[in-house]
């Protein structure tokens, strides 16, 4: 199809013949993908639900990219940890829930400030993540998968359908439904949606269990990492 040959096209990196996705396989994942998306209803909810196609995508992320994206993630997941720390405290520097970082007795002019500072942290480590990851260059069968899926979405949904947060698509001529001026179309948010919740927030939730730290994070480093895992989701 397409995406198979658009993706495979333009290598140069010098992948090896091991680190390419066969025919076979590549087949499995266009069938799986078109009979999910012929029962999905709706653009918002593509390979959303824990289905044989998204286990797929995921099992093909990790033996094609898991290598480069343990490179990607190191620097920034250990600089998350370290924002996370507060010094000689189990607090998380990235927390955002009042409930959490002991509220009560607080001034209310105190919290906002506290909550203003963590959340700016917060956003801080989000911008590491993004900008190492929109930095990396995807090898070849990882590009191959993203064709793939971008391919099979707009099949279904067409060039023009846009996501909404309630899981319907809009009709790209009523535009004042629509608060993005630019919204992406059903097949970005598709391959997007892949490419963090599938690769890149697995291995920021649980980074030592991915090979990317040698060791568990503490306490509070784990949380700061689940609040940027849960702003990628």
């Known amino acids: 199809g397409g995406g198979e040959g658009g993706g495979q096209g333009g290598g140069g990196e010098g992948d090896g013949a091991a680190e390419r996705p066969t025919g076979a396989l590549l087949r499995l994942l266009q069938l799986t993908m078109a009979r999910e998306l012929q029962e999905t209803a709706a653009a918002q909810l593509v390979f959303r639900r824990n289905s044989i196609a998204s286990k797929l995508c995921s099992c093909y992320a990790k033996a094609f ?54 959340q700016a942290a917060l956003a801080q480590a989000v911008s590491l993540v993004l900008t190492a990851v929109l930095a990396a260059r995807l090898p070849s069968a990882m590009r191959t998968l993203c064709s793939l899926i971008w391919d099979a979405v707009e099949r279904r949904f067409g060039k023009d359908t846009h996501p909404t947060a309630d899981g319907h698509g809009l009709d790209p001529a009523r535009s004042d439904e629509q608060a993005d001026p630019d919204p992406p179309c059903a097949a970005q948010s598709a391959v997007s949606g892949i490419l963090f919740l599938r690769f890149v927030v697995p ?31």
């Open 65 to 118: 990219g898991q290598a480069l994206l343990c490179q990607v993630l190191q620097d920034p997941i250990q600089r998350i940890c370290d924002l996370s720390e507060v010094l000689g405290s189990e607090d998380c520097g990235l927390e955002v829930d009042p409930s959490r970082i002991g509220a009560d007795g607080i001034p209310p002019a105190e919290l906002a400030q506290r909550l203003a500072a963590q």
């Open 203 to 233: 291995c920021l939730a649980a980074p030592a269990a991915h090979g990317i730290l040698a060791a568990v994070p503490s306490r509070a480093a784990s949380r700061g990492l689940v609040l940027v895992s849960k702003v990628g989701q």
